[in-house]
């Protein structure tokens, strides 16, 4: 079945880090590819996201590409701040309504 | 705006208990899905509602059961409680044919505790 894979956390980085968090995916065919994040207390929101392959989606800093001959969708930002600690969540959708399949997320803390 | 919208924001039952859980999807949203976020982990899908019947289901007992009013709200009903089914409830809306590809918008969720 389908799944999405991400590297475990937490992961502590300073301000002004660069942030990598992996993730791979298994799908048949060709899924969409999210990354939504929940910040302290809050719901999730889509943060970007990619519909076909070698598509980047980017916001607030953030990018990931989808690569489908790894089946990845790495999320990279090149220097974070405190207010972005909150947990990431790789995720995968087959169609344009279908259930979201969610990874088991990723915290991040940023110290200043 | 007001976006998806649940309620309550919290609730306490004891085993055995139901309870009932409520979403107002996004304005313009025809499509909820229902989603269960348990302590450290990531959302697993329960089910979807459109045209008020349930469209898809997630790998979830017959216990979880829901349903869909002609304004697109929707309802999530839990029985027999169990401990296990202490989590966060997340209640998620989308537009049918949407441009904004599956964009699912998420409320802020309803943490059940079961003592």
């Known amino acids: 079945g389908n799944s999405v894979t991400q590297m475990e956390g937490p992961v502590t980085l300073s301000e002004e880090a660069f942030l990598t968090i992996n993730c791979t995916y298994t799908?048949?065919?060709?899924?969409?590819l999210f990354w939504y994040v929940q910040y302290p207390g809050e719901g999730l929101q889509l943060l970007l996201k990619?519909?076909?392959?070698?598509d980047k989606g980017s916001n607030k800093g953030f990018e990931a590409t989808y690569r489908k001959e790894t089946t990845s969708f790495h999320l990279e930002k090149g220097s974070v701040q405190v207010s972005d600690s909150a947990v990431y969540f790789c995720?995968?959708?087959?169609?344009?309504?279908?259930?979201?399949?969610f990874g088991p997320g990723t915290s991040l803390s940023v110290i200043p | 705006d007001a976006g998806v919208t649940q309620s309550p924001t919290h609730l306490i039952k004891t085993r055995g208990q139901q309870v009932t859980l409520r979403c107002s999807p996004k304005?313009?949203?025809?499509?909820v899905s229902w989603y269960q976020q348990a302590l450290g982990q990531g959302p697993q899908f329960i089910f979807q509602?459109?045209?008020?019947?349930?469209?898809q289901r997630g790998n979830f007992p017959d216990r979880f059961s829901g349903h869909q009013f002609p304004n697109y709200s929707s309802e999530l009903n839990v029985n027999a409680l169990w401990l296990g089914d202490s989590a966060l409830y997340l209640c998620?809306?989308?537009?049918?044919?949407?441009?904004?590809?599956?964009?699912?918008?998420f409320g802020p969720g309803t943490r059940l505790t079961v003592l």
């Open positions: 995720a995968l959708s087959k169609t344009s309504y279908d259930k979201v399949i």
């Open positions: 509602y459109y045209e008020e019947e349930e469209r």
């Open positions: 799908a048949t065919g060709y899924p969409s």
């Open positions: 304005s313009g949203h025809d499509t």
């Open positions: 990619a519909t076909k392959a070698d």
């Open positions: 998620a809306s989308t537009r049918e044919g949407s441009l904004s590809y599956n964009e699912q918008f």
